[in-house]
């Protein structure tokens, strides 16, 4: 194997370090986040570090670096309160790719890459029409993390839409039947086989394949 | 599509609310977390909450349920300081998802899914020999979030062990080589077929596809 120090990491080119350690955590959840601002202009960014943080309430994390484009996203959710999360597919993933470019703050990524605004409910932030999976959230909490003043923001999940033949009996959702990306590294996106689901483990019995 | 609201989230039940919420997000990063206690008694635990919290320093964040089975993991990784990060791949996923069974503090993972722990350079976490994608984590920071008690662990990246053909010219793993697996839900397990990698975004100008 291939041994990589904490020295050697330390003197990596900025951008390679930035690929490398991006690529390390293994597979990632990538999204659009649909925002907008009082006067209802719209923003749409790309993201890859959204993550589970409880069932009950629903609750999802997601981190913003201070000094990147997605600062329009941050600013539109702090004063709107709510944001909406779709997935990616494959028609969309260039599109969606091409939203992280740093457009300025008055032109719209849904315009800039042809990508549709679609309101439901009555719900300020826009979603995207072909995305497949798409749901929207509340803001609740903003933590700075001081170690490297990324910032966590917290949002509890309210509505949900999803293709008719997802969801499972046991409440799971077959997200290769919405066709839903995956991501790796700062720019990488791949399809997904399922190799199975196992059962809830327990000790001295090995788990069986559910699906 | 079908249309989920927040009041049928609500009063759906727990298991099947579990199940729902936490394949929303996507497909996520699966790791094997291992540690040790100062005796050198280990540790193994399965996670699919890693996440990239930044390059420089290299820091990375996992969340703890504090009524889970990984306390094991969290009170030896507190107490040592560090910890190693494991990838999963299709030899090893189903001993990888047995650990979630809820053995007793004095049995370890390792033993009873038969994974073998490896020491390398004196760290005193344990790797998993199988796994092909491994790295160690000194624990830098404990967060609670008071809004549902989950526990953010920060740590900072050490060590890197790969195979030697997944790193790329600028940095990037491909860990489709390295059999690096993806998870979503809870319990199902995916194998993962690169579409593209997308150049830097730039505005007036679509991705190129780089790989």
């Known amino acids: 194997m291939q041994h990589i120090s904490s020295e050697q990491i330390s003197a990596m080119e900025q951008r390679y370090r930035a690929a490398f350690i991006n690529s390390l955590g293994g597979f990632k959840s990538v999204v659009l986040v649909g925002t907008a601002n009082d006067a209802g202009a719209t923003n749409l960014a790309i993201f890859n570090s959204l993550f589970h943080l409880g069932a009950n309430p629903p609750l999802c994390g997601l981190i913003f670096r201070p000094d990147s484009v997605e600062r329009h996203t941050l600013s539109n959710l702090e004063a709107s309160g ?6 990616l597919n494959e028609s969309i993933y260039q599109q969606a790719h091409q939203t992280s470019a740093r457009y300025p703050a008055e032109i719209s990524e849904f315009e800039a890459t ?11 932030a826009p979603f995207v029409e072909e995305s497949l999976l798409q749901f929207s959230v509340l803001f609740r909490e903003k933590i700075q993390l ?10 509890q999940i309210q509505d949900v839409w999803i293709p008719e033949n997802v969801q499972q009996p046991d409440g799971f959702l077959d997200l290769e039947k919405a066709g839903t990306l995956t991501c790796s590294g700062l720019d990488s996106y791949h399809q997904t086989k399922r190799l199975a689901r196992l059962s809830y483990a327990k000790p001295d019995k090995l788990p069986d394949i559910i699906l």
Not at 82 to 87: E, L, Q, S, V
Not at 118 to 123: R, T
């Open 82 to 87: 709510c944001y909406t999360i779709n997935h």
């Open 114 to 124: 042809g990508l549709t605004p679609a309101y439901k409910n009555g719900f300020q």
């Open 146 to 155: 001081s170690i490297n003043n990324t910032i966590l923001i917290i949002g």
